[in-house]
């Protein structure tokens, strides 16, 4: 069974346009509706992640760093 995933919106008197498919024509469907917004709380839970831990890795130059561990590790 072949999967169709389509992006859209239902409009003010309840109408849900797909694209043009006809290997969809005269068939029967299931249609799974999941709101959008979910993914938006994610993208917010995300930002405050970052806000809460912006500075706490800084960017130095690790290359020396690293050349140090890895000469005395393997003298």
Do not use: C
């Not at 979910?38 to 760093?65: C, M, P, Q, Y």
């Amino acid at each position: 069974m072949r999967a169709f995933k389509f992006d859209t919106r239902i409009s003010k008197d309840g109408t849900i346009q797909i694209p043009f498919t006809p290997s969809l024509f005269n068939t029967e469907v299931e249609v799974i509706i999941v709101p959008k917004e979910e993914k938006k709380r994610i993208k917010k839970a995300g930002r405050k992640f970052v806000e809460h831990w912006a500075g706490f890795l800084n960017s130095n130059d690790t290359d020396s760093s690293k050349f140090d561990y890895l000469s005395e590790k393997y003298k």
